[in-house]
DNA sequence: TAATATGGAATGAACGTTCATTCCGTATTA
DNA sequence: TAATACGGAATGAACGTTCATTCCATATTA
């Protein structure tokens, strides 16, 4: 019987060996040291190292919904909307910075642009959060006319840099700072 | 004597290889045919990969402040300062996509990262536009009263994660949205 | 001028290394 | 005991780099 367990330690030295070093700076044989097994064992458990770093993806993206939603309704008001999910996105990514660096690979690759690809173009089930909220904010005319993706790009933008500074450790992001970043990524969609 | 097209050739070929498949997708047999010159010829002209890919972003730093500061002045007020260097890079991307992206990878890999720590950290004999240009808002106060490193995130994040999208072919940035994204930002910074 | 010699640029096959993946003998589980 | 999981050596493909050789523009010679 497959030990989840074992998988784990897996996803887990791969997550720290990729945001480490990158994807071509991770062998699968580093990988299996890291995680305490053979290097073949990685193989029962993932098809090969694409699916690996597909997978880890995709776990990582629950975690962050898991950790960013609860206390977050769409019934309060954007303005506190938005403050919520940035405030609450920093935070996951300060208290998870192998997370955020693995994002950061994920996003700069292949797999990154194929992935927002699907999500941007296809047809999902359903919406994302994020996508939600812009689409409320332009409803109630609350934003700026802009496209949704702009909208976007004028708060994660600022998030990213800022958070790839912090993690070089050029910036320090406390609570402080997080909020005044938020409420400047603020003065930039608000109509 | 070794010729210079030649040398630019090889540069061309990498910067478009390395644009679209990242520098482990371009092997330097494939920038070698590309560049219509044997594999061992590249090595003529540039120690190894690692300098091929240094020098080409030197070369690209330059021809950037080349297209950008031509009509800026320090003398101007800095909100209008602030918009020329913004649309200008946008531009400068817009015409250029390919050189976008061979900054990306750049910024996004080791390479980038220790360019950029000696750039903060280091003693710099000329300071670059943009900091200045955030300086002298902070001293005029006009901007707001964040580290500048912050107000150079509330700018460029929104800049390059738009330029993204636009060269993945998401949105499509004319003139116009442009000074939209760049008015956006402003309200981003300014106090 | 014509014929030859010279030296540095250009070449690409070959080398050593690194990597993802496979294979198979052994250990563990049921 | 039978079936499954495991480990790590073996494999072959792909890579950056090297180097013995070729090529060619120029200099030298007759």
Redesign the pocket.
Known sequence: ???PD?RDEILRAALELIAEYG????????I?VRA??????????FE???VLINELYRELEDKIREYILPGYSTERPIRERFVHLNTKLFRFFIEFPLQFRYLEQFHNSPYGAAYRRDKILGESDEKDVFMRLFEDGLAQQVMKDLPILILFCLSFGPLITSMRDHILGFISLDDIMIERITEACWDGVKR
Request: net charge positive; no cysteine.
């Open positions: 019987m497959l030990k074992k994807f071509h700076g991770a062998p699968m044989a580093m299996a305490g097994v053979g290097a073949g064992t990685i193989y029962r458990y090969n190292k694409d």
